[in-house]
């Protein structure tokens, strides 16, 4: 799931809501959770709503929303779940509920006779209520802490409720390290300067320069062509002399092979890489300048250029270690369209 809501300057959700997006792997075999049950509750109750080619959420009153909603809804869908999995609302170990209104989880879980420590932190501190994806945000960041045999429950509301019930396995235990929500919300950065964040969700109009007029229009066709380069960061990896680059050729780049045709994929987004060489340009257009890219050499001896993100401008150095991360390379505004590609960031402490 993934969501980009607007909110008007100044509004509380504005200072609520959060840009976010989570996703999760669905399997039946070595799974970390099992799907124990889901029920769901249709009504016709409208919380909130945007109308067509309007830009923001319409909000309507919280009281009524609590009380006609969460504490009715909420309820009834769990119950019914229990009923259905044959599973005490006492057994639940981890209370999945995104809700803006102060309290709510709380209320809800005291109801029903989940146990308070159950609740889980709705992360509206940290990333603020991502929307449509939240839920899956607020399941995964509850994988990260669950232990074998623990269950969590989790409720998405809007147009009645719905309730899935998940309980961890043993293999929970044998999950490599990741990032995940927790992870990633610790390698964040603060911005502290609201122009530059209006700037960013298009509420202001700013003049970036003619070096903004460059077209930037996306060829489809080559990145289709082009896909697993593009969008997996393959490279290729000489099978002769075992020598890896970016991009793949036809010709191997070591100059005492220079085999043909003797390629094969290799990829290189979970490979540990350090900056090479950089630059801080603050003539290049950037809708967050300076721009700053350079030579990134991997652990596998590959070299390419790329952009370079996360880095305060004046803490960028030689040899420092970086990772890949996937992001909004360029964002053709004539024809809206955005497209990604890879990016050097920090290296996290949590792969």
Same mark, same amino acid.
């Given at each position: 799931?993934?969501?980009?809501?607007? #909110?008007?300057?100044?509004?509380? %959700?504005?200072?609520?809501?959060?840009?976010?997006?989570?996703?999760?792997?669905?399997?039946?075999?070595?799974?970390?959770?099992?799907?124990?049950?889901?029920?769901?509750?249709?009504? &016709?109750?409208?919380?909130?709503?945007?109308?067509?080619? #309007?830009?923001?959420?319409? %909000?309507?009153?919280?009281?009524?929303?609590?009380?006609?909603?969460?504490?009715?809804?909420?309820?009834?869908?769990?119950?019914?779940?229990?009923?259905?999995?044959?599973?005490?609302?006492?057994?639940? &170990?981890?209370?999945?509920?995104?809700?803006?209104?102060?309290?709510?989880?709380?209320?809800?879980?005291?109801?029903?006779?989940?146990?308070?420590?159950?609740?889980?932190?709705?992360?509206?501190?940290?990333?603020?209520?991502? *929307?449509?994806?939240? /839920?899956?945000?607020?399941?995964?960041?509850?994988?990260?802490?669950?232990?074998?045999?623990?269950?969590?429950?989790?409720?998405?509301?809007? @147009? *009645?409720?719905?309730?899935?019930?998940?309980?961890?396995?043993?293999?929970?235990?044998?999950?490599?390290?990741?990032?995940?929500?927790?992870?990633?919300?610790?390698?964040?950065?603060?911005?502290?300067?609201?122009?530059?964040?209006?700037?960013?969700?298009?509420?202001?109009?700013?003049?970036?320069?003619?070096? #903004?007029?460059?077209? =930037?229009?996306?060829?489809?066709?080559? #990145? $289709?062509?082009?896909?697993?380069?593009?969008?997996?960061?393959? *490279?290729?990896?000489?099978?002769?002399?075992?020598?890896?680059?970016? /991009?793949?050729?036809?010709?191997?780049?070591?100059?005492?092979?220079?085999?043909?045709?003797?390629?094969? &994929? $290799?990829?290189?987004?979970?490979?540990?890489?350090?900056?090479?060489?950089?630059?801080?340009?603050?003539?290049?257009?950037?809708?967050?300048?300076?721009?700053?890219?350079?030579?990134?050499?991997?652990?596998?001896?590959?070299?390419?250029?790329? @952009?370079?993100?996360?880095?305060?401008?004046?803490?960028?150095?030689?040899?420092?270690?970086?990772?890949?991360?996937?992001?909004?390379? =360029?964002?053709?505004?004539?024809?809206?369209?955005?497209?990604?590609?890879?990016?050097?960031? /920090?290296?996290?402490?949590?792969?």
């Amino acid at each position: 799931g993934a969501d980009h809501r607007q #909110a008007r300057s100044a509004s509380v %959700q504005e200072l609520l809501f959060g840009d976010g997006a989570a996703a999760v792997t669905l399997g039946k075999k070595g799974v970390i959770a099992k799907f124990l049950g889901a029920h769901s509750i249709f009504r &016709d109750l409208v919380d909130h709503y945007r109308g067509q080619g #309007a830009k923001y959420d319409y %909000q309507w009153e919280e009281r009524w929303v609590r009380e006609e909603g969460y504490f009715k809804l909420v309820p009834n869908v769990i119950e019914a779940l229990c009923g259905k999995t044959d599973v005490s609302p006492g057994d639940i &170990d981890h209370f999945v509920m995104p809700c803006l209104i102060r309290n709510v989880r709380e209320n809800v879980a005291g109801k029903i006779g989940i146990p308070t420590e159950a609740v889980r932190d709705n992360l509206l501190a940290g990333c603020g209520e991502t *929307g449509t994806a939240h /839920p899956l945000v607020m399941l995964v960041d509850a994988l990260q802490d669950a232990q074998p045999g623990q269950k969590i429950l989790v409720i998405g509301f809007g @147009q *009645g409720a719905d309730a899935l019930l998940f309980e961890t396995t043993d293999r929970i235990r044998d999950l490599p390290p990741r990032k995940g929500i927790k992870g990633t919300l610790a390698n964040g950065t603060v911005e502290k300067n609201y122009q530059k964040f209006l700037s960013f969700t298009d509420k202001v109009d700013i003049y970036w320069g003619m070096r #903004a007029e460059a077209g =930037n229009k996306t060829r489809l066709t080559a #990145a $289709y062509r082009d896909r697993k380069m593009f969008s997996a960061l393959i *490279g290729g990896k000489c099978k002769k002399c075992e020598t890896v680059q970016f /991009p793949p050729a036809h010709i191997c780049v070591n100059p005492e092979c220079r085999a043909k045709d003797s390629q094969e &994929d $290799y990829p290189l987004a979970d490979s540990p890489a350090k900056i090479a060489s950089y630059t801080v340009d603050w003539l290049a257009y950037s809708p967050n300048p300076p721009l700053v890219f350079g030579m990134i050499e991997f652990e596998e001896g590959a070299k390419f250029m790329m @952009q370079i993100t996360g880095f305060d401008p004046d803490e960028v150095e030689f040899g420092l270690p970086v990772e890949m991360v996937f992001r909004i390379k =360029n964002f053709d505004r004539e024809r809206n369209f955005r497209s990604y590609f890879w990016k050097a960031a /920090p290296r996290s402490n949590s792969n």
